[in-house]
């Protein structure tokens, strides 16, 4: 079992920036990539990033290039989404989420934070 715990979320300003932060605990080492994804009242859920936890890759959704970026710090069991660029149609709950290795879902979920951008 692998569980994770966000934070980092708020209110900010647009054009502002918020890091959040996803740590990690229980079974990292069978981790094979972290997202994060997003979802706002009435929407669908939406991919917003992700990172491989080993090399460190990443991959971003259209609507973030560019303004977001992941990273990671392995030795505190942490993935970070930087969110630089804020607009209000940002405002979403924020979760990420563990896929562990040889799996094609995302098994694990935190209980996701609250980004709201004002206008």
């Known amino acids: 079992q692998v569980q994770l715990a966000e934070s980092g979320g708020g209110l900010v300003q647009a054009g502002g920036s918020l890091r959040l932060s996803c740590a990690a605990s229980?079974?990292?080492?069978?981790?094979?990539?972290v997202s994060w994804f997003r979802q706002a009242p009435g929407k669908e859920r939406e991919f917003v990033g992700a990172?491989?936890?080993?090399?460190?890759?990443?991959r971003y959704g259209d609507s973030v290039k560019g303004r977001f970026t992941v990273s990671r710090d392995n030795a505190k069991n942490t993935v970070y989404l930087q969110m630089n660029g804020l607009k209000p149609e940002d405002t979403a709950v924020y979760s990420c989420?563990?896929?562990?290795?040889?799996?094609?879902?995302?098994?694990?979920w935190g209980q996701g934070t609250q980004v709201t951008v004002s206008s």
């Open positions: 990172i491989t936890w080993s090399a460190g890759r990443t």
């Open positions: 989420s563990a896929r562990p290795r040889g799996s094609g879902e995302y098994d694990y």
């Open positions: 229980g079974r990292t080492f069978d981790i094979d990539d």
